[in-house]
């Protein structure tokens, strides 16, 4: 899961910095466009460890990481 939330940002990254690459964007819109990717895939990873931890006990099967 933490996989696929990496291989979202990457993709999302990319086509942010091709937006700013099309339009000549100035530095700092790329900075903030990718820590906000940054920011929002360490959000998503750490509310899908919370959910792993808090159901662990109820699901018998175990999904693949």
């Known amino acids: ?6 291989i979202i940002t990457l993709v999302a990254m ?3 910095i ?7 964007a100035p530095w700092w ?3 903030a466009s ?3 990717l940054l920011i929002i895939n360490a959000i998503l990873q750490s509310i899908i460890m919370t ?3 808090t ?3 109820e699901h ?3 999904y693949p990481k």
């Open 1 to 6: 899961m933490r996989l696929i939330i990496n």
């Open 14 to 16: 990319a086509t942010y």
């Open 18 to 24: 091709d937006t700013c690459y099309t339009y000549a």
């Open 29 to 31: 819109v790329w900075v």
């Open 34 to 36: 990718i820590g906000h």
């Open 51 to 53: 959910y792993k931890k």
């Open 55 to 57: 159901f662990k006990n």
């Open 60 to 62: 018998t099967h175990h």
